[in-house]
C-alpha cells in the first residue's frame, strides 16, 4: 500500500544523536497517528492527532516529540533515546468514524511501511 | 483497562481452513477490527465488525459476539502467501478521535 509513505526505512542512531522520522499520507484522511511495535509485544498507540491538533498522548517520554504540521505529513523527532526504544515505528491515517453510536470507530487505520530504528 | 488475547502461534495445511479467535475485555467498544501483516511490511486493513455476527469477504471471514466479548478470523482455502501475523484490535471513539488497541497477533505458518 502506498497511500502511507514513511521515511527512513531504517535508521541507527546513537543515544546523543537526535534524528526525525517523517511520515505522509496521500489518502486524503483527517487524523494521523503514530505507533510502536517491538517483538513480542502489542503494536503501542504513542499520539494522535486529529486535523493536526494532538489528541493524544499515550504517556509517552518526552524524548519522542511528534509534529504535524498539516493533515497529510506527521514527524516524530527523537533525542536522547535509551536502547529499549530500538522498535519499528509506524505511522498510519485514516478518515474520523462516520455513523452514530457504535458504528462511530467503522473508518480502519492505514499504515505505513514503519522505520526500523535501532539504538546504539 | 484494554486486555485482548490471541493465541500466539498456529500451523495449518495449504488448502485447509484455520480459525483465529480473538478475545477483549476493555473499557469501551465501537468495533473490532482484523489486521494481516507480512514480516517487514504494514498491517493491511483485513475486517471490522460492530454488530454481531458474521462478516463474509472472500476467503476472509469475521464473526464478533459482543457478549461474550470474542471474535474470530475465518481462514479458507489456505494459500502459502496467508502466512502472516493476524491483529485483532478494538477500537474505542473518544472526543479525541478512534483509539485502536491491539493484541500482541497470531502468527499463521501455512505448511504444502
Known amino acids: 500500500e502506498t497511500g502511507v509513505t514513511q521515511t527512513p526505512r531504517h535508521l541507527v542512531m546513537g543515544m546523543t544523536n537526535k534524528k526525525s522520522l517523517k511520515c505522509e499520507q496521500h489518502?486524503?484522511?483527517?487524523?494521523m497517528y503514530w505507533y510502536k511495535q517491538s517483538a513480542k509485544k502489542p503494536l503501542e498507540l504513542m499520539f494522535v492527532?486529529?486535523?493536526?491538533?494532538?489528541?493524544e498522548n499515550n504517556s509517552v517520554p518526552s524524548r519522542f516529540s511528534p509534529e504535524c504540521p498539516n493533515s497529510s505529513h506527521l514527524f516524530l523527532h527523537l533525542h536522547t533515546l535509551q536502547p529499549e526504544d530500538s522498535a519499528l515505528y509506524l505511522c498510519?491515517?485514516?478518515?474520523?468514524?462516520?455513523?452514530?453510536?457504535?458504528?462511530?470507530?467503522?473508518?480502519?487505520?492505514?499504515f505505513g511501511d514503519g522505520t526500523r530504528l535501532s539504538i546504539l | 483497562g484494554q486486555n485482548i488475547d490471541q493465541p500466539t502461534e498456529m500451523t495449518a495445511t495449504e488448502g485447509a481452513i484455520v480459525q483465529i479467535n480473538c478475545t477483549y475485555q476493555?473499557?469501551?467498544?465501537?468495533?473490532l477490527f482484523w489486521y494481516q501483516q507480512h514480516a517487514g511490511e504494514a498491517p493491511t486493513f483485513l475486517s471490522y465488525?460492530?454488530?454481531?455476527g458474521l462478516e463474509e469477504k472472500g476467503r476472509f471471514s469475521s464473526f464478533l459476539s459482543r457478549s461474550k466479548g470474542y471474535s474470530y478470523l475465518l481462514l479458507k482455502e489456505l494459500q502459502m502467501k496467508d502466512s502472516a501475523s493476524y491483529l485483532c484490535?478494538?477500537?474505542?471513539?473518544?472526543?479525541?478521535?478512534?483509539?485502536?488497541?491491539f493484541g500482541t497477533g497470531t502468527q499463521l505458518k501455512v505448511e504444502l
Open positions: 498510519a491515517s485514516s478518515q474520523l468514524g462516520t455513523g452514530q453510536g457504535m458504528g462511530g470507530g467503522n473508518q480502519p487505520q492505514h
Open positions: 489518502l486524503g484522511h483527517n487524523a
Open positions: 492527532y486529529n486535523f493536526k491538533e494532538q489528541t
Open positions: 476493555t473499557s469501551g467498544f465501537n468495533g
Open positions: 465488525n460492530v454488530l454481531d
Open positions: 484490535a478494538v477500537v474505542k471513539v473518544t472526543g479525541g478521535g478512534n483509539k485502536l488497541t
